[in-house]
């Protein structure tokens, strides 16, 4: 006897279809395919003509939500659409999962270019010139749209590693091919010392930048293809004097900084106190990463520049997150050195980041010839240390940092 493909209703139907569906199925299926057929060629139609990625995000699921609903027909043997569901499926969650990776901004533009070659080949179907013509103006501008993550490099304590491990982060991300800048953000200007510029050669600096004398895009030194710098100098200890005065000169560094593009991370070296300065970088920084020695009063401190960052984040800035405390100068040969660390982690968790700095003499030396520890000992225990780090922050980047800072919280 007969039997319905969908309703599996047996029967000598009248009306049953060359598909072998009855009547009242037939009607049911075809007016759904043809609804979600239309739903999935208007999203592609506009897929991509926004540069939000969010919208585009909606697009794709749409799509591909629709096509699942269809790839139930398709199984139990009634053919839909063409370009058949399952081939929409695939494309689209490449394209989706592209892009959601939201905190690495290339990956929209390599989100765009799948969705372009996506959309070619139902180009004839859907008649979409229009809007690949649009995605490819997308992604010629996309460079320009990138807004660079900003993290302070803080703490309050002196000789923890806060310059040397900006340099050697930063050096680490622009060999991970990351833009980077580096701000020297401390009067002693280690840093800008430490990449092999003398202060006395110096036209402009950050406070001159500060002092709204220069723009910042005037300023920055090319370190090598990936990594630049912009340099400090003896001056800016005026700043702490000169700009304590007025609470809106908190927003200095961040004005400044405002506009800036092209870059994928900015790392901000802070000076060993808690002044206007510091306030400063935490007022432009999207996050913080705390270098931290393992030593017994180390946990002490922590809690002070917590009370601070709680401080900001109530007052000044309400996204500020923290990325991560870095172990910094470790010697395993050390017994309080391994204790204290266990101790850490076991405060702070995750928060710690997984990779540990080693205490290692080539760190120390190559600032003193004015190079990263890449250029200067790339296979020492510094180097690799230092790459370890960039590949854990570009990671830890895409992870939500609520977490982190209720851990925190309950330090
Ligand atoms: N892992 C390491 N192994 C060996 N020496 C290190 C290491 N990290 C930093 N140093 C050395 O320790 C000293 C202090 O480091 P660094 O200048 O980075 O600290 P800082 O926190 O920036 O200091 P400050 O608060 O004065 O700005 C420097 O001489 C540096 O070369
Ligand atoms: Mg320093």
Request: proline share 3%; glycine share 4%; hydrophobic share 35%.
């Amino acid at each position: 006897m007969p039997q319905c493909k969908w309703c599996s209703k047996k029967g000598f139907f009248l009306s049953l279809s060359k598909k072998s569906l009855c009547k009242s199925c037939q009607l049911m299926i075809e007016t759904k395919i043809n609804n979600h057929a239309r739903v999935i060629k208007s999203n592609i139609k506009v897929l991509g003509a926004s540069e939000e990625k969010e919208k585009n995000i909606n697009h794709c699921d749409e799509i591909i939500e629709k096509a699942r609903e269809l790839l139930r027909y398709e199984k139990k043997g009634i053919s839909t659409i063409d370009p058949s569901p399952s081939k929409l499926i695939k494309e689209f969650t490449t394209t989706h999962d592209k892009l959601i990776i939201k905190s690495v901004p290339e990956k929209v533009n390599e989100a765009l270019l799948s969705a372009e070659s996506a959309l070619l080949p139902y180009n004839e179907i859907y008649s979409i010139n229009e809007v690949l013509n649009k995605i490819k103006t997308v992604r010629t501008v996309l460079p320009e749209l990138l807004v660079p993550k900003i993290f302070a490099l803080i703490n309050q304590k002196g000789g923890v590693g806060k310059t040397t491990s900006t340099i050697n982060l930063g050096a680490g991300l622009a060999k991970l091919k990351k833009k980077v800048l580096l701000i020297d953000f401390d009067p002693q200007a280690n840093l800008t010392d430490g990449l092999g510029t003398e202060e006395k050669d110096l036209k402009y600096t950050i406070y001159n930048i500060l002092k709204s004398e220069v723009n910042c895009k005037n300023v920055i030194i090319n370190n090598n293809e990936n990594m630049s710098f912009i340099p400090s100098h003896v001056f800016l200890a005026k700043s702490e004097k000169e700009f304590s005065r007025e609470a809106r000169n908190i927003f200095l560094l961040k004005n400044a900084l405002k506009g800036l593009t092209g870059y994928d991370y900015v790392l901000i070296d802070c000076p060993p106190s808690l002044g206007i300065l510091t306030l400063n970088a935490l007022a432009a920084a999207q996050s913080v990463i705390i270098p931290l020695q393992p030593e017994y009063y180390a946990l002490k401190g922590i809690r002070k520049l917590m009370d601070i960052i709680d401080f900001v984040k109530g007052k000044i800035n309400r996204r500020l997150t923290i990325v991560g405390i870095i172990c910094t100068r470790y010697d395993n040969r050390k017994i309080h050195h391994r204790e204290v660390l266990g101790k850490i982690r076991e405060s702070l968790g995750d928060s710690i980041f997984y990779t540990v700095i080693r205490e290692n003499i080539s760190l120390a030396e190559s600032s003193s010839f004015g190079q990263t520890i890449f250029e200067y000992k790339p296979k020492s225990h510094g180097a690799e240390d230092y790459m370890n780090l960039s590949k854990e922050v570009i990671e830890r980047n895409t992870i939500n940092n609520k977490k982190n800072n209720k851990e925190f919280s309950s330090v």
